[in-house]
């Protein structure tokens, strides 16, 4: 399995992104897709997950009612739209798949991990 993690960039406060994450070479239909974030002397979080099988999701509180997460299966990929972007949302995004099939917060769970894409939220 691989995931391609991607629409990072610099932003203004206030303004929008949309992350992606592709996976190629997935068998299963019992996975969850989550994204997490590492900022700088920072631990890595949890930002938001969507389980496949359910589609149930969860966010980080900070980003509760800002961020949306969905998925198109028909291009295996996951979408994180960012909205009404803070400064502290500044840091390298990672997606990552668990077999599992439910979501976590917890990243030691997680099998597989794309690369990370950089966010930068300053004006």
């Known amino acids: 399995v691989q995931l391609q993690a991607s629409g990072g960039g610099l932003v203004q406060p206030g303004g929008s992104l949309r992350l992606s994450c592709a996976a190629s070479g997935f068998t299963s239909d019992y996975y969850a897709t989550g994204w997490f974030r590492q900022a700088p002397g920072k631990e890595r979080e949890g930002v938001s997950c969507?389980?496949?099988?359910?589609?149930?999701?969860y966010f980080l509180d900070s980003v509760e009612g800002r961020f949306t997460i969905s998925r198109d299966n028909r291009k295996n990929t996951v979408y994180l739209q960012m909205n009404s972007l803070k400064p502290e949302d500044t840091a390298v995004y990672y997606c990552?798949?668990?077999?599992?099939?439910?979501?976590?917060?917890?990243?030691?769970?997680?099998?597989?991990w794309g690369q990370g894409t950089q966010v930068t939220v300053s004006s």
């Open positions: 990552a798949q668990t077999l599992g099939g439910m979501c976590s917060k917890n990243a030691t769970i997680y099998d597989y």
């Open positions: 969507i389980g496949n099988y359910d589609g149930s999701t």
